[in-house]
């Protein structure tokens, strides 16, 4: 079993920063696609950002310029880094584990494990 920590949510004015933190337990993914999917009121769990084992990153075109998936393997962490944060960026966002070493867009249906969730409000 894997546990996900979340952590570095809140509220921020929209031009504004914010990273997540995603801290994994239980075993090492070194070969686990991990990444971010987000979830607004009324809208369906989208994916966010992935980053592979092998170190490439793939993202979102809607956050793509703006927001950064980096991943400490020593520390089985996944980071976003959100920059020019949108009022549409509200959403609760989740950290993901996929089974297996996928790349590129990330789907539900390939996570084997999720986060608690981390709220994220941008305000105008």
């Known amino acids: 079993q894997v546990q996900l920590v979340e952590s570095g949510g809140g509220s921020v004015q929209a031009g504004g920063s914010l990273r997540l933190s995603c801290a994994a337990s239980g075993r090492t993914l070194s070969t686990n696609t991990m990444g971010w999917f987000r979830q607004a009121p009324g809208k369906e769990r989208e994916f966010v950002a992935a980053?592979?084992?092998?170190?490439?990153?793939y993202t979102a075109d809607s956050v793509k310029g703006r927001f950064t998936i980096s991943r400490e393997y020593a520390k089985n962490t996944v980071y976003l880094q959100m920059n020019s944060l949108k009022p549409e960026d509200t959403a609760v966002y989740y950290c993901?584990?996929?089974?297996?070493?996928?790349?590129?867009?990330?789907?539900?249906?390939?996570?084997?494990?999720w986060g608690q969730g981390t709220q994220v409000t941008v305000s105008s």
């Open positions: 980053a592979m084992w092998s170190g490439s990153t």
């Open positions: 993901a584990v996929a089974r297996g070493a996928y790349s590129g867009s990330l789907t539900s249906n390939v996570i084997d494990y």
